[in-house]
Every structure is written in structure tokens, then in C-alpha cells.
T-cell receptor, first 110, second 114 residues
Framework: TQLLEQSPQFLSIQEGENLTVYCNSS?????LQWYRQEPGEGPVLLVT?????EVKKLKRLTFQFGDARKDSSLHITAAQPGDTGLYLC??????????FGTGTSLTVIP | NAGVTQTPKFRILKIGQSMTLQCTQD?????MYWYRQDPGMGLKLIYY???????DKGEVPNGYNVSRSTTEDFPLRLELAAPSQTSVYFC?????????????FGAGTRLSVL
């Protein structure tokens, strides 16, 4: 089993603050994906990173893949209530399997 | 384009009963997956398939069975339901871009075993 640990597990912040979520593993992944999941729904893909050291920006969200392709981070600038949700990272391992992190539950208070 | 469709959305089972969770996709994706998600947690892979006629075990396959007779359908079977199988089940399909697989998820089936 290739474990992915996310931190923090829970995060409650005020609107307008910045935050960073971390996704760490001892395993190497061919790609790493970040998802956002709202209550009662399935995860929705935000971004896929493939190259070690890669940085991708999606409006106020910045994603980074570690140089060794074992870890990743998600940074949100000026968080808004609409950012509230469960953020999941998932690493693509061998045999087309995906391994999901433990999740970070974000609440942005207006 | 419906994407990934799961039925039923909710189900309550008694211990020892059996049921099949249905999953169908209309995107002609080769890869399909079944996950379970316990409250406040990430997803754990139960079974996956890389194409019709091919299935493989994931991290937590015990108590489940799958089949993949067509590209579109990937049903998950619970033979003897146990309380430990109370969870939310998600089906996903994916396609390869050449550099990564992109997954699309269904809305989930919420199962309670009492």
C-alpha cells in the first residue's frame, strides 16, 4: 500500500486568509492529483501534476509537485466561503491504481 | 453527456443480505474503479478494471466482487453484507492522456448495513 498523508486534517479560517495543505508520501508517483469534494457528492478533479518541481496555478489556487514526486502542496490565496470542502490528494501508482490521501476538511468563515 | 452514473443513491441492508451496486459510464473510458469512503476520510480502492474482461483487486477487496463484461458497466457485488461495509461507495472511470490518467467520479451510493 502506498500511503499518502495530508495535513492538516481540519482547517477553519476567516475569509481572506491564506492557507496551505500538504500531501506527503514515502512513495514515488507518476502523477499526483488534487480533488475537492462537497458533502453528498463525488470528488471533482482540480489539477494533475506530473513533473517533479512542477507548479500549476488555477485562479487563487497554486499546486506544487515535489522534486522527487513524493509530495505536493496546495496553497489558497484569499480564501472565500466557496472554497469550503474536503480536499483530497491522490497519487497514481503502478498498474493504473490511485492512492488517496486522508483528506483535509476546510471551512472558510465569512 | 451523463458521465458516470451510480444506482441506487441510498440503500439500507440487513446483515447477511446481498446487493449489487450499479455503475455505468458513457465516455468510452477503458479504466473503471470502485472506492469506499468512510466518514471524514479519503477513498480506498476496492477493485479496478483496465478494460472489459479484466479486473484486479485494490487495497480493500475482501467481501466484494466485481465483473466487467462491457466497457460501460462495472457492477460491485456484496454477497454477505456486514456492518463494516457501511460506507459511501464511489465509482470512477478514467482515460489516459499519455502522461496521466484523469478520473471522473459518480455521485456515490450511501450504504448502511444494520
Amino acid at each position: 500500500t502506498q500511503l499518502l498523508e495530508q495535513s492538516p486534517q481540519f482547517l477553519s479560517i476567516q475569509e481572506g486568509e491564506n492557507l496551505t495543505v500538504y500531501c506527503n508520501s514515502s512513495s514515488v508517483f507518476s502523477s499526483l492529483q488534487w480533488y475537492r469534494q462537497e458533502p453528498g457528492e463525488g470528488p471533482v478533479l482540480l489539477v494533475t501534476v506530473v513533473t517533479g518541481g512542477e507548479v500549476k496555478k488555477l485562479k487563487r489556487l497554486t499546486f506544487q509537485f515535489g522534486d522527487a514526486r513524493k509530495d505536493s502542496s496546495l496553497h489558497i490565496t484569499a480564501a472565500q466561503p466557496g472554497d469550503t470542502g474536503l480536499y483530497l490528494c491522490a497519487g497514481e501508482g503502478t498498474g493504473n491504481q490511485f492512492y488517496f490521501g486522508t483528506g483535509t476538511s476546510l471551512t472558510v468563515i465569512p | 453527456n451523463a458521465g458516470v452514473t451510480q444506482t441506487p443513491k441510498f440503500r439500507i441492508l440487513k446483515i447477511g443480505q446481498s446487493m449489487t451496486l450499479q455503475c455505468t459510464q458513457d465516455m468510452n473510458h477503458n479504466y473503471m474503479y470502485w472506492y469506499r469512503q468512510d466518514p471524514g476520510m479519503g477513498l480506498k480502492l476496492i477493485y479496478y478494471s483496465v478494460g472489459a474482461g479484466i479486473t484486479d483487486k485494490g487495497e480493500v477487496p475482501n467481501g466484494y466482487n466485481v465483473s466487467r463484461s462491457t466497457t460501460e458497466d462495472f457492477p460491485l457485488r456484496l454477497e454477505l453484507a456486514a456492518p463494516s461495509q457501511t460506507s459511501v461507495y464511489f465509482c470512477a472511470s478514467s482515460y489516459g492522456t499519455g502522461w496521466a490518467n484523469i478520473q471522473y467520479f459518480g455521485a456515490g451510493t450511501r450504504l448502511s448495513v444494520l
